[in-house]
């Protein structure tokens, strides 16, 4: 992982992330609100060691986390 022009500081920061076959490159350049949308989304994002520890059941709570950012961007 290498410092990348591509994704926001902070986003960096906080996730690990590889880029493969240019990916970030075209998200950037070709549909730049949905990057935007994903960056943002991945700053409000917080999954914590107790929701991976957590038994799913049904469904663990990471997948609601997920949804409960990416809903309102209409994913």
């Given at each position: ?8 500081n902070?986003?960096q ?26 960056q943002?989304s ?34």
């Amino acid at each position: 992982m290498v410092d990348n022009k591509y994704i926001d500081n902070d986003i960096q920061l906080k996730y690990e992330y590889y880029d493969y076959g240019h990916a970030l490159e075209i998200l950037h350049e070709c549909f730049p609100d949905e990057w935007k949308e994903i960056q943002d989304s991945l700053r409000k994002l917080k999954v914590t060691s107790d929701d991976i520890t957590k038994a799913g059941g049904n469904e663990s709570p990471i997948p609601k986390k997920f949804d409960d950012v990416l809903y309102p961007y209409g994913w």
